[in-house]
């Protein structure tokens, strides 16, 4: 849980009460690599933070079409579709377990309430928004002004042994490339 501790002093310290409280309407499940957390076309009711494992958030553009990893997250991060649990809508964009993870999940319905009912909480799911905003925003200027090679060494130093943990075509999907492409790359980065 420290890492969970960890990721709310960064946003907005939580009172002991609060963070009690914010526990008591969560849980922490176990899941295994292929489970999903949000399946696309379903509702998503539930927010994810991730203690430990790898996950992506993927979506198809077409009903017959590949799918498109938008983005993997690792420990300490949140992984969901919100327009999905925010609108009760079905999910244009999945999440998937990448490896094994060990998951605090806690309802949207409950954490609306928190917030309506706690001015602490409601301060502390606002700054969490805008800290999810500037990531956002981040990743799209990553997108547009770095290569690929730049942007897999990004994602290698944001999460440690990526290689070793998840299968290269879904690495190469969050580059928006090929594995081929990929391929090349780790060839290149190898003799240099």
Same mark, same amino acid.
């Given at each position: 849980?420290?890492?969970?501790? +960890?990721?709310?002093?960064?946003?907005?310290?939580?009172? +002991?009460?609060?963070?009690?409280?914010?526990?008591?309407? #969560?849980?922490?499940?176990?899941?295994?690599? !292929?489970?999903?957390?949000?399946?696309? !076309?379903?509702? +998503?009711?539930?927010?994810?933070?991730?203690l430990n494992g790898v996950t992506r958030t993927y979506m198809k553009e077409t009903p017959d079409s590949q799918e498109i990893n938008k983005n993997i997250c690792s420990s300490g991060q949140?992984?969901? #579709?919100?327009? #999905?649990?925010?609108? =009760?809508?079905?999910?244009?964009? !999945?999440?998937?377990?990448?490896?094994?993870?060990?998951?605090?999940?806690? =309802?949207?319905?409950?954490?609306? =309430?928190?917030?309506q009912d706690s001015k602490e909480f409601s301060e502390f799911m606002y700054r969490a928004l805008e800290v999810e905003y500037v990531k956002l925003e981040e990743a799209l200027i990553d997108l547009l002004s770095k290569n690929a090679t730049e942007r897999y060494l990004d994602l290698r130093k944001k999460i440690k042994n990526i290689d070793q943990l998840i299968p290269q075509y879904h690495i190469a999907s969050h580059l928006g490339i090929t594995p081929i492409q990929l391929s090349r790359i780790r060839k290149k980065l190898l003799t240099e």
């Open positions: 849980m420290e890492i969970l501790i +960890n990721f709310i002093k960064d946003i907005y310290p939580l009172s +002991n009460e609060a963070f009690q409280r914010l526990l008591s309407i #969560s849980q922490v499940v176990s899941y295994k690599a !292929g489970d999903h957390l949000c399946e696309l !076309g379903a509702v +998503n009711d539930r927010v994810f933070f991730i949140l992984a969901t #579709s919100l327009k #999905s649990a925010l609108d =009760k809508t079905p999910a244009l964009i !999945g999440c998937q377990c990448l490896t094994d993870a060990l998951i605090v999940e806690t =309802k949207d319905e409950d954490l609306m =309430k928190f917030r």
